[in-house]
Nanobody, 129 residues
């Protein structure tokens, strides 16, 4: 069983930065994908980005257009942790952010939350104007 724990959320002014962490426990050493999603207040959950790996090899992350160039996903393999570095934050980035994991297969739709098997508890990010 994979367990995910997010941390790093908080309150930040527009233009600022935050780094979220998603620590994974359990077996994620094979071919796995970890996605970041967010749910703004009063809105549906949306895809932010994804990173996937096969053993120690990590593939280039993918991002939603709304965060491309501002957000960066990276993986620390020894720590079994994935990071979401968020720069140039905007008020519209305000949301609860979730990480989610699934064994990677080519049939997986990595931008669709329903295709993920394990979810973290979420962490609040609030960007003030």
């Amino acid at each position: 069983q994979v367990q995910l724990v997010e941390s790093g959320g908080g309150l930040v002014q527009a233009g600022g930065s935050l780094r979220l962490s998603c620590a994974a426990s359990g077996r994620t050493d094979s071919t796995y994908a970890l996605g970041w999603f967010r749910q703004p207040p009063g809105k549906e959950r949306e895809f932010v980005g994804v990173i996937w790996w096969s053993g120690v090899y990590t593939y280039a992350p993918g991002y939603a257009d709304s965060v491309k160039g501002r957000f960066t996903i990276s993986r620390d393999n020894p720590k079994n942790t994935v990071y979401l570095q968020m720069n140039s934050l905007k008020p519209e980035d305000t949301a609860v952010y979730y990480c989610a994991a699934t064994p990677y297969r080519s049939t997986k739709r990595l931008n669709i939350g329903a295709d993920y098997d394990h979810w973290g508890q979420g962490t609040q990010v609030t960007v003030s104007s």
